[in-house]
């Protein structure tokens, strides 16, 4: 039986791995955002100024910029991922057409988020100019409103990869007895389907909005990276993913790398909330990713 | 009234739905169009030319993205394998559920955090960028996804298998290692293309780790150029011929990312697990 106790010890290993990457990862940050976190306390959060010069450290318009970038991409995104759901999970469920279509989505995802970058970088942010000079602001086409026009196209997929599991879940009987009742497609969809389904759709786009967050390359190329705090979203701003890209090889001091390992430690959190809620629910629901 | 409403709902969705092809259609476009006119033997075959002069290629990039991804998979495929067949011992018990559930929120982290703990593990401690620190950062994107896919493959393997060999006298590592594993290779190997076509193009977690180099490396201790890589920097140069570049490297990626999936398709047809 010593294969037995060996085969034990080795497959523990993979488990003690896996406990251990995450606590590690959270340690690791931490422990290097101390200096900063001594410093700069909750003011780090509050404060609006971001000077590498004088040592003044404060996330605010990072923090705004993630926010308004991941909210204003999920809006426009939500739509879209809810139509295509319904799209190939029920209105055209099971054809050659949908199947193609579901292929097609899949191919959105598959691109790598910096070519989304150049792709924006060469021809939404011309077009974002175009919409600044009508507003007659001045014609930088790089801004919030360009990262997360670039950014909703990027998630799409994976709000609508969920949803539609979802939907496909919604037991035909229920859908079955609405029919009989003479509820059209339309009144099937939105009393039956949306309510059986929602916590899913939900569980979906918490996911898409934990990908827009943390995504770097992208929004890097198309948000005009300014340390201004934004006074409209067709102005120039940063992310907290795109900050830590522009200056992290390029820290000078301890405070200021210790600053941006905060700000990761800060996007490490928020992601896996985030996930980690989508994720329970997607458990409730019973099905896998 | 109500059919009207029916029907235009029906066309809202049908519209939005095929209106993101749009996009896509547009980025397949411009990254055929503006990368055809690039890629000759020159540009896969020789090195950058210092910046202004015209001609050279992005040999430096193409050998660096498979290096890196080598040595990832180096490190992230044996122990994912691990990590996969524990969850799979232990999918019943709790410690099981809850790092199923870590490794589930774990592919959820931002890749640029993986690239600020592998700076601060390797790159800090070496004093400079290297080739291992930005395959060390891809192999922790690397390995959830080999570990997940593991577990749900062999999830799939039914008992009696299992049974049928242990009741010939095969000690159970045995059967892990003869019967299940083998029979489950064609979705493990689907999670690892899966794993590879995703790491290919992250560019995130090497900017502070493989960093970039201009010329040929094969030295694991130094820095390491990268197509992603070569993207980004091109893509915000001034220069005109680098900026094409930029859609040139696009095109080999987004080629090569997509062999990977075309192939992962054929194994799941030709593999499926089926008894």
């Not at chain 1, 590498?52 to 809006?75: N, Q, R, W, Y």
Request: charged letters at 15%.
């Amino acid at each position: 039986m010593r294969g037995n106790r060996l085969y034990k010890t080795f497959i523990n290993i993979g488990g003690a791995l896996i406990l251990g990457l995450l606590l590690s990862f959270f340690i690791t940050l931490f422990i290097n955002s101390l200096p900063s976190i001594k410093k700069y306390g909750f003011d780090f959060i509050t404060s609006k100024i971001w000077d590498p010069v004088f040592e003044k450290f404060g996330a605010f318009p990072f923090i705004i910029g993630t926010l308004l970038t991941s909210f204003i991409s999920l809006i426009i995104s939500i739509p879209f991922s809810i139509s295509v759901s319904l799209f190939v999970a029920e209105y055209y469920e099971n054809t050659f057409f949908s199947r193609i279509f579901e292929t097609l989505v899949d191919l959105l995802a598959g691109i790598p988020s910096v070519i989304y970058g150049l792709w924006g970088f060469f021809y939404i942010v011309p077009i974002v100019s175009n919409i600044q000079i009508k507003l007659s602001i001045s014609p930088t086409g790089v801004s919030i409103f360009t990262a997360s026009l670039v950014l909703s196209i990027m998630i799409i997929p994976y709000a609508s990869s969920i949803a539609k599991e979802v939907i496909k879940l919604v037991p035909n009987d229920l859908k079955e007895a609405g029919y009989s009742l003479g509820a059209t497609r339309y009144e099937v969809i939105k009393n039956i389907i949306f309510p059986y389904a929602k916590s899913g759709i939900f569980a979906g786009i918490l996911l898409s909005l934990g990908r827009a967050i943390g995504e770097t390359m992208a929004v890097t190329m198309v948000i005009g990276n300014s340390i201004q705090l934004p006074k409209n979203i067709f102005q120039p701003g940063n992310t907290i993913a795109s900050i830590i890209a522009n200056e992290f090889t390029e820290a000078v001091g301890e405070l200021h790398l210790s600053s941006l390992i905060e700000l990761g430690l800060i996007l490490f959190l928020i992601t896996l909330i985030i996930n980690l809620f989508a994720n329970l629910i997607i458990k409730r629901h019973g099905f896998e990713i | 009234m109500k059919i009207l409403k029916d029907r235009l709902f029906k066309f809202m969705v049908i519209f939005f739905a095929l209106l993101i092809l749009l996009p896509l259609f547009s980025i397949i476009f411009m990254i055929f169009k503006n990368g055809f006119s690039v890629i000759n033997l020159e540009f896969l075959t020789t090195l950058p030319k210092p910046p202004g002069e015209t001609g050279g290629g992005v040999l430096n990039g193409i050998v660096g993205t498979l290096l890196l991804v080598f040595f990832a998979s180096l490190i992230a495929i044996p122990l994912g394998l691990i990590a996969g067949i524990f969850l799979y011992e232990y999918r019943e018990k709790k410690i099981g559920e809850v790092l199923t559930t870590f490794v589930d929120i774990s592919q959820g982290i931002p890749s640029i955090v993986v690239g600020i703990i592998s700076y601060l593990w390797i790159v800090k401690r070496m004093g400079h960028f290297s080739l291992i620190s930005g395959s060390f950062a891809l192999s922790l994107i690397f390995l959830p996804i080999v570990a997940k896919s593991t577990k749900e493959t062999l999830k799939m393997i039914p008992v009696y298998i299992i049974e049928a060999s242990l009741s010939l006298g095969v000690s159970y590592p045995r059967t892990i290692l003869k019967v299940v594993l083998p029979s489950s290779i064609g979705g493990i190997l689907s999670g690892i293309l899966l794993g590879i076509s995703r790491i290919s193009g992250e560019t995130a977690p090497l900017l502070f780790t493989a960093f970039g180099n201009p010329f040929l490396n094969f030295n694991i201790l130094k820095p390491v150029s990268s197509l992603p890589h070569l993207i980004f920097v091109y893509a915000i140069s001034p220069y005109d011929n680098w900026r094409k570049y930029a859609w040139g490297c696009s095109l080999i990626l987004v080629i090569f990312v997509s062999l990977m999936s075309f192939l992962n398709k054929l194994l799941l047809k030709k593999w499926k697990i089926k008894f």
